[in-house]
């Protein structure tokens, strides 16, 4: 489980990476991704300067990732709220 050394290529450029090997593939289809997604802009907005799309592409992933968090926070909040609950509940119930 070393690490390995890749060429990962994204907009036409290549990034020589070294990554855990257990990673590879993670990195390999996140290379793809915002390849794709990279195509997709260009395909349907009238954007052609590499930057600006890159640009876009980070922007679209990191909302999706910020998005994902707030989703993942809520869902624990809601899970710890339960958990009291079934605590005062079961109190409740034994020390009758």
């Known amino acids: 489980m070393g690490e390995i050394s890749i060429k990962i290529t994204i907009s036409d450029r290549i990034y020589p990476l070294k990554v855990n090997t ?3 593939e993670i990195v390999r289809r996140a290379a793809k991704m915002i390849n794709e997604r990279i195509k997709d802009y260009q395909d349907n907005y009238a954007v052609r300067d590499k930057q600006d799309l890159l640009s876009m592409a980070v922007l679209h992933y ?10 993942v926070q809520n869902q624990d ?20």
Do not use: I, P
């Not at 909040?77 to 009758?96: I, Q, R």
């Open 22 to 24: 257990e990673e590879e």
């Open 62 to 71: 990191a909302t999706a990732v910020l998005r994902t968090e707030n989703k």
């Open 77 to 96: 909040t809601a899970v710890a709220d339960k958990v009291e609950e079934l605590d005062v509940l079961l109190n409740g119930f034994f020390t009758k």
